[in-house]
Structure formats: structure tokens, C-alpha cells
């Protein structure tokens, strides 16, 4: 196969930060994907309503010219979160979901929920009001181990929220092992879940074997093998409860790289590709469309896009770098080639 022409595909899952960075890391996504469901973990949170319209009119702004992306705007679900909350998002048309973080568990979730009980009422009104409830899903014990993060909020936290809002619309984001997959295929057709580029890419081992590899560093964390198998499986057997959510995240490369290293890793330059390398391999090309195009909208009760992307067979070197001089990023897999381009 030389070309492959599909409907465009949406990012359900998508960090764009603010200030200089904005503007080209936004260029990069709006290149290949139409919409995008964009993450509220900024300093400070966006937390209301009129903090998501005013940082999605900053979006638009930082568009290249000519561009019909379309920011889909979440809000940041914190202790303080209220029932009026749930009702303006209900009717508002920009904004699609609140993101649960528990609190510590990722890049700028200290405002995040520390006790899952606590707001039930809340997920009670996000139920009755259709609103979907998207997670990152870990819990952040001291003693826990980070491996086991993932897999012990399912155990401790997830099953009961799925038992107690049985019509509640939850997204399990970024999922990353073999027990993740088992319990959204276990569920009904309201749980989903996003799959990166990276957690089908790699495995633990492309982060810690022969040194410290920071921008292979995300969180949650790379896992073994056998939990990279269950994701590619998932994502590339058509089922439409799984779908594409990048999680790209941009950091300045000497954030990255310092003693303490962000947590994130930046593939908004060439998802797609990304994704279709993966495909290829496991000789399902014919379901990347449906995994990239479809079923992430009609997950989120959208009209699928109309408009289509043509990758072409082609070789091509991912740059070192992305950005300006004082803000530069550094891509994933930077420095190495890559099979499939998007016209």
C-alpha cells in the first residue's frame, strides 16, 4: 500500500499548555485533526465556565490562518465543584466533559479530588445531565506502588463509581495495562477509553534500558509488555469502546531533561503516522479509520467528519526539535525515521 485516505481523525485527548509554546504546538494538531477534546490541568485550573471560553478563545487565536480546527473545552472537576457547575456546562455548546485528576497524580493536579466519595452528588447531577466524566486513572497512595497505580483505582475506585452511576458517560483515559482493557470491555457501551501513541509504541523498558530516557517519561508510566500487547489488541481489533486520544503533552526540553523531569510526551507533530506505523504492523490498517475517525465521535454523541487526510508510504526524519529558541520541544522518537507522512 502506497497511500491511505481516511476521514479525518479527532485527538479525544490533547494538552496545548499557554503562552509562546501554544502556538506551535496547536499548529501541529490542527494540521492533521479536526477536533480535539483539550485537557484543564493549566496554573491555574480552568475550572469554570467562562476560564474554559476565554482559554479556548486563546486557541482559536493561535490557529494558523485558515484553519477550521475545532477545540473541544473541558472543565477541571475539583472539591469545590458544584450541581450549578454541571447545569452551565449541560448548555454550553463549547464545552464537553469535566477531568477527574486525583489529587498528585499527574502534571498540575494539586487542585485535583482527594476523596472520590466526597463528590458523588456531583457525578449524581454529571449523570443526570449527560455530562461525561473523563479520568486519569491512579490512585496516588505512598505506599502504592507505580506500576500498580492504574490497575488498584480500577479495583478500589472505578468499579464502584460504575456500579453507583450505572448511565453516567465515563471516559478511562490514557489506558495502559492488560487490566485497564479487560474491565472497559467488561462494561457497557457509556464506559470508553483513549489509547496513546506511546503506551502502543513501548514498553517499559524504552524508558529505563541503557539510561534514563526522559522523553519516553509519562505518566501513567510505561508498563511491561504484556500490557502494550492488550492495548494494541484493543485498539486495533475494532471495538469501538476504545479510540485515539494522543495525551500529547509539551514541555520545554530542559524541563525534560533536568534532575526532576515533566511528565508527558509530545506526538502531536505526527499522531497519526504514529498510529498508522502501529496499524501497519499488526496489519490493520483497514481499522485504524473507524479507531481515529469514528468511534470517538459517536462516543461523545458528535457528527463524524466528512473531510479526509492522505498518508503516503514515504520515509522521513523526525526534526530534533520543534519550536523557538527559548521554548523548544523535543518530539517523541526525535532523531528517527519514520514510514508513513500525511500529505
Given at each position: 500500500?502506497?497511500?491511505?485516505?481516511?476521514?479525518?481523525?479527532?485527538?479525544?485527548?490533547?494538552?496545548?499548555?499557554?503562552?509562546?509554546?501554544?502556538?506551535?504546538?496547536?499548529?501541529?494538531?490542527?494540521?492533521?485533526?479536526?477536533?480535539?477534546?483539550?485537557?484543564?490541568?493549566?496554573?491555574?485550573?480552568?475550572?469554570?465556565?467562562?476560564?474554559?471560553?476565554?482559554?479556548?478563545?486563546?486557541i482559536l487565536q493561535a490557529l494558523p490562518q485558515e484553519s477550521e480546527f475545532e477545540p473541544l473545552m473541558t472543565l477541571y472537576l475539583t472539591n469545590q465543584t458544584?450541581?450549578?457547575?454541571?447545569?452551565?456546562?449541560?448548555?454550553?455548546?463549547?464545552?464537553?466533559?469535566?477531568?477527574?485528576?486525583?489529587?498528585?497524580?499527574?502534571?498540575?493536579?494539586?487542585?485535583?479530588?482527594?476523596?472520590?466519595?466526597?463528590?458523588?452528588?456531583?457525578?449524581?447531577?454529571?449523570?443526570?445531565?449527560?455530562?461525561?466524566?473523563?479520568?486519569?486513572?491512579?490512585?496516588?497512595?505512598?505506599?502504592?506502588?507505580?506500576?500498580?497505580?492504574?490497575?488498584?483505582?480500577?479495583?478500589?475506585?472505578?468499579?464502584?463509581?460504575?456500579?453507583?452511576?450505572?448511565?453516567?458517560?465515563?471516559?478511562?483515559?490514557?489506558?495502559?495495562?492488560?487490566?485497564?482493557?479487560?474491565?472497559?470491555?467488561?462494561?457497557?457501551?457509556?464506559?470508553?477509553?483513549?489509547?496513546?501513541?506511546?503506551?502502543?509504541?513501548?514498553?517499559?523498558?524504552?524508558?529505563?534500558?541503557?539510561?534514563?530516557?526522559?522523553?519516553?517519561?509519562?505518566?501513567?508510566?510505561?508498563?511491561?509488555?504484556?500490557?502494550?500487547?492488550?492495548?494494541?489488541?484493543?485498539?486495533?481489533?475494532?471495538?469501538?469502546?476504545?479510540?485515539?486520544?494522543?495525551?500529547?503533552?509539551?514541555?520545554?526540553?530542559?524541563?525534560?531533561?533536568?534532575?526532576?523531569?515533566?511528565?508527558?510526551?509530545?506526538?502531536?507533530?505526527?499522531?497519526?503516522?504514529?498510529?498508522?506505523?502501529?496499524?501497519?504492523?499488526?496489519?490493520?490498517?483497514?481499522?485504524?479509520?473507524?479507531?481515529?475517525?469514528?468511534?470517538?465521535?459517536?462516543?461523545?454523541?458528535?457528527?463524524?467528519?466528512?473531510?479526509?487526510?492522505?498518508?503516503?508510504?514515504?520515509?522521513?526524519?523526525?526534526?530534533?526539535?520543534?519550536?523557538?529558541?527559548?521554548?523548544?520541544?523535543?518530539?517523541?522518537?526525535?532523531?528517527?525515521?519514520?514510514?508513513?507522512?500525511?500529505?
Amino acid at each position: 500500500m502506497k497511500t491511505l485516505t481516511i476521514i479525518q481523525p479527532d485527538d479525544w485527548h490533547l494538552h496545548l499548555r499557554t503562552g509562546d509554546i501554544l502556538e506551535t504546538v496547536v499548529a501541529h494538531t490542527s494540521r492533521q485533526f479536526k477536533r480535539a477534546i483539550v485537557m484543564p490541568n493549566l496554573k491555574p485550573p480552568i475550572t469554570s465556565v467562562v476560564e474554559a471560553l476565554t482559554y479556548r478563545h486563546q486557541i482559536l487565536q493561535a490557529l494558523p490562518q485558515e484553519s477550521e480546527f475545532e477545540p473541544l473545552m473541558t472543565l477541571y472537576l475539583t472539591n469545590q465543584t458544584t450541581i450549578d457547575d454541571i447545569k452551565q456546562v449541560a448548555i454550553c455548546e463549547f464545552i464537553h466533559a469535566f477531568k477527574l485528576y486525583p489529587a498528585g497524580a499527574t502534571t498540575n493536579s494539586d487542585a485535583g479530588v482527594n476523596d472520590l466519595t466526597v463528590i458523588y452528588p456531583i457525578l449524581e447531577a454529571m449523570q443526570q445531565y449527560h455530562v461525561p466524566l473523563l479520568i486519569h486513572g491512579e490512585i496516588t497512595d505512598e505506599a502504592c506502588d507505580i506500576f500498580d497505580r492504574e490497575r488498584l483505582f480500577i479495583e478500589r475506585h472505578l468499579t464502584d463509581i460504575v456500579k453507583e452511576f450505572p448511565t453516567l458517560k465515563i471516559v478511562l483515559e490514557h489506558v495502559t495495562t492488560e487490566e485497564a482493557v479487560q474491565f472497559v470491555e467488561s462494561t457497557p457501551a457509556n464506559i470508553g477509553a483513549t489509547i496513546t501513541p506511546q503506551h502502543l509504541l513501548f514498553n517499559r523498558n524504552a524508558l529505563l534500558v541503557g539510561g534514563i530516557h526522559p522523553h519516553h517519561y509519562c505518566l501513567p508510566i510505561l508498563k511491561r509488555e504484556k500490557h502494550r500487547q492488550a492495548l494494541v489488541k484493543a485498539a486495533t481489533r475494532g471495538n469501538p469502546k476504545f479510540f485515539l486520544g494522543t495525551d500529547s503533552a509539551p514541555h520545554i526540553t530542559n524541563l525534560k531533561e533536568s534532575a526532576c523531569g515533566c511528565a508527558g510526551c509530545y506526538s502531536a507533530f505526527a499522531a497519526i503516522e504514529l498510529y498508522t506505523e502501529v496499524f501497519e504492523k499488526e496489519k490493520s490498517l483497514d481499522k485504524l479509520e473507524a479507531f481515529a475517525s469514528f468511534y470517538g465521535a459517536d462516543f461523545y454523541g458528535l457528527a463524524r467528519n466528512t473531510q479526509t487526510i492522505t498518508l503516503e508510504k514515504k520515509n522521513w526524519e523526525i526534526p530534533s526539535q520543534y519550536g523557538r529558541q527559548e521554548n523548544l520541544i523535543t518530539p517523541l522518537k526525535a532523531g528517527e525515521t519514520l514510514s508513513w507522512k500525511m500529505k
